[in-house]
């Protein structure tokens, strides 16, 4: 099992920053794949961003350049630095993480989310 928090949302003016924080916590021993979708009102839930245990990214191209996904695998937690933001970034940012291997050494084939946090982008 694992758990993911997320922090950092809000509301913010167009042209502004915000920077959301995940911090995995539970029985296991290494993630592979952290990173961040988005699900705007009536819409699909999308990708965002990702990165491995080996830090390779993965943007969607409409956030390409403005956002930045890192990792400190230390504390096993993901940040998402969001620049330049637009009303169309508005949604709920959802944490996942994948690819899991447990506390017992045994692979855990779930996908895990976090509970979401509001970003609104208006002025």
């Known amino acids: 099992q694992v758990q993911l928090v997320e922090s950092g949302g809000g509301l913010v003016q167009p042209g502004g920053s915000l920077r959301l924080s995940c911090a995995a916590s539970?029985?296991?021993?290494?993630?592979?794949?952290m990173g961040w979708y988005r699900q705007a009102p009536g819409k699909q839930r999308d990708l965002v961003a990702t990165i491995t245990s080996g830090g390779r990214t993965n943007y969607a191209d409409s956030v390409k350049g403005r956002f930045t996904i890192s990792k400190d695998n230390a504390k096993n937690t993901v940040y998402l630095q969001m620049n330049s933001l637009k009303p169309e970034d508005t949604a709920v940012y959802y944490c996942?993480?994948?690819?899991?291997?447990?506390?017992?050494?045994?692979?855990?084939?779930?996908?895990?989310w976090g509970q979401g946090t509001q970003v609104t982008v208006s002025s």
């Open positions: 996942n993480a994948g690819g899991i291997i447990s506390a017992a050494l045994m692979k855990d084939d779930n996908d895990y």
């Open positions: 539970g029985r296991f021993v290494s993630i592979y794949a």
